[in-house]
């Protein structure tokens, strides 16, 4: 179904940008990048942001089903 489908894609979305920043979070610590805390911030917020608006769609969807 197109709705699964979805739920699925945004889930994968939200893995590979975990990954991705991680491994940025990473190279900004090895090299001593002095905005490292503020960037990082960035990311989780961006990450929860992400993950609400992503729970709300799929809440939404979940609810489509039902009718």
Do not use: C, P, W
């Amino acid at each position: 179904q197109d709705v699964d489908r979805i739920e699925d894609l945004l889930g994968e979305i939200q893995v590979r940008m975990s990954a991705h920043f991680a491994l940025e979070e990473q190279f900004m610590r090895e090299k001593k990048y002095a905005g490292y805390a503020e960037h990082k911030g960035e990311h989780d917020r961006f990450l929860d942001e992400f993950g609400e608006a992503v729970a709300r769609t799929t809440a939404n969807a979940g609810l489509k089903r039902l009718v």
